[in-house]
């Protein structure tokens, strides 16, 4: 079966209420995902903390960034996280009903295609989401209003 043929992604642009320049929090796009019943891993974390939360949050983004394989983490720990984000900047989620695919992979095409949900935030700008759940991409697509679609392959087609 190619799994390229059934997971799609979409990026996201909208902005937080307060400001036009700062992307929607992680927050807002959790629960729109409801992750409770995959496994979950933080593959990347670069953000500013809320500052009663700065120590855990730098502690944990140390450990998240040094590891060879990421953090493995709870959908409720993810949960516990974005509420004590002020702002991410470089964010990168994996979520897979195998334990096995939490890792970091070599190729993010091959990631997008074997993660059941891939969460980036990119350079502070914008999320992309992928996900072999095409319903949760229309969910986000309803939720959010500045978005494009993506395919697992797009980093081929925008170098070409």
Known sequence: MDLSMTNSGIRIYDSKKESKYVCVPLSELLPIIQGSNIN????????????EHVESVVHLSGMVNESPNGFVCSWETLLGLAEKLYQEFDLLIIGSKSIQNLHRFKDDREMY?????VIEMIDGGFWEVFSSDPNLIAKLKTRFHETEPLDVDFQKKFHS
Request: hydrophobic share 55%; aromatic share 12%.
């Open 40 to 51: 979950w891993a933080l593959l990347w974390l670069r953000a500013q903390p809320k500052l």
């Open 113 to 117: 295609e074997t993660c059941d949900v």
